[in-house]
Nanobody, 121 residues
Framework: QVQLVESGGGLVQPGGSLRLSCAAS????????MGWYRKAPGKQRELVAH???????NYADSVKGRFTISRDTAKNTVSLQMNSLKPEDTAVYYC???????????????WGQGTQVTVSS
């Protein structure tokens, strides 16, 4: 059973930093991409950042220059360093992975349970 588990969320002051981590575990054949989405109250889920198995990264415009995604392919983990946090960053952050489990399944997108990030004074 493939699972993604996030950690690192919490309450932080505006301008502060948090580092989110996500670990994929279980019987995994390969991971094509990992990343982060977030869901803020009253808003749709949006892509925050993701990275493929290569060096390509993608960020939402709202977080460019503030957030950095990194992936350790050997450990099946992905992290999101969040700097200069703003109240608008408040959301539940979800880790996702585009992966191939073993035995293979039709499903390829896997999600973590989410971790709350609250930016408030």
């Amino acid at each position: 059973q493939v699972q993604l588990v996030e950690s690192g969320g919490g309450l932080v002051q505006p301008g502060g930093s948090l580092r989110l981590s996500c670990a994929a575990s279980g019987s995994i054949f390969s991971i094509n991409a990992m990343g982060w989405y977030r869901k803020a109250p009253g808003k749709q889920r949006e892509l925050v950042a993701h990275t493929t198995s290569g060096v390509i990264t993608n960020y939402a415009d709202s977080v460019k220059g503030r957030f950095t995604i990194s992936r350790d392919t050997a450990k099946n983990t992905v992290s999101l360093q969040m700097n200069s946090l703003k109240p608008e960053d408040t959301a539940v952050y979800y880790c996702y992975a585009d992966l191939v489990p073993y035995p293979p399944e039709r499903k390829s997108d896997y999600w973590g349970q989410g971790t709350q990030v609250t930016v408030s004074s």
